[in-house]
């Protein structure tokens, strides 16, 4: 890295298929993928807020737009069958945000080595269906 990104820490939330025998992914009775979530500390983060929107209807929800740099070893700390990607979530400072679309590699400026990991990620509050995954 040409300058250290930030003192952020996030925590990723992995989503990791269960697979069955053969390696393929175990399906439940509602046609989806069942899977075990694993939570892991990145150091050295940068994050921020980009876009924020409130509506005013039976429930107010605020959508937030955020984006995110991580370390680019920031895969090593992921456990064994896992990958950052748009199935993932993050926290910064107790909001959860959900990746969306997949995370991209910048090379660094003076080579072609990677420099770090964009996201870009949603989180909307104020949820009539807290916990679950709310696509926007």
Known sequence: MVYALGAEQLVLHLRIPILDGNGKPVINAY???????ADVTATGCAFWVTESQETENAVTAT?????GMLPPDVETLL?????????????????????????????????????????TCRSYLGSSIPGTREDG
Not at 63 to 67: C, S, V, W, Y
């Open 79 to 119: 456990p064994p069958g896992s990958t950052l990607d748009h199935t993932a979530a993050v926290t910064w400072q107790g909001i959860k945000f959900e990746v969306h679309g997949p995370p991209r590699p910048v090379a660094n400026i003076r080579d072609t080595d990677v420099d770090h990991i964009t996201i």
């Open 31 to 37: 046609g989806r993928r069942q899977i075990v979530e």
């Open 63 to 67: 959508k937030l737009t955020g984006r």
